[in-house]
């Protein structure tokens, strides 16, 4: 039973590479799958357990992957994403570019809850503020 998560983890990263054979397997985090072709298809999947994270800048990719990956599980669309591992998630259009923002607060006030320190003095933190991926960013991956 304690290899049960590693096979899952296996068994879905050798369908995901055979559904599509450009899905890659980030080098920071081993649960990010992505894809990248200039200016035509951005795909980034995150499994955590058994929860499949999709997002990508293709209707027809995302409609033909889930397709699939009903095929071989049962799994049900949930929609737009609003929180991920106690994380708020807000989407706002720029025109052509879709924001996404993860933002950790309330988390993080719920942890400070549970501790009894939601009144101690924060400080600052080692990551930039504000920080984007951007295009050519992903090159690089």
Not at 56 to 64: E, L, M
Request: proline share 3%.
């Amino acid at each position: 039973l304690k290899q049960a998560p590693r096979v899952w983890y296996y068994t879905s990263k050798t369908w995901l590479q055979e559904y599509d054979d450009r899905m890659a397997v980030s080098n920071f985090d081993p649960c990010l799958f992505l894809t990248f072709l200039a200016k035509v298809l951005i795909v980034f999947i995150y499994i955590h357990v058994v929860d499949y994270l999709c997002s990508t800048s293709s209707a027809a990719w995302k409609t033909s992957f889930f397709a699939a990956f009903n095929a071989k599980w049962s799994c049900v669309d949930g929609g737009l994403m609003m929180e991920m591992l106690g994380m708020k998630m807000t989407f706002t259009d720029t025109g052509m570019i879709r924001d996404c923002r993860m933002s950790q607060a309330r988390l993080i006030l719920r942890m400070l809850g549970r501790q009894g320190m939601v009144e101690c003095t924060p400080c600052v933190t080692a990551m930039k503020p504000k920080l984007m991926l951007l295009l050519t960013d992903m090159q690089q991956l």
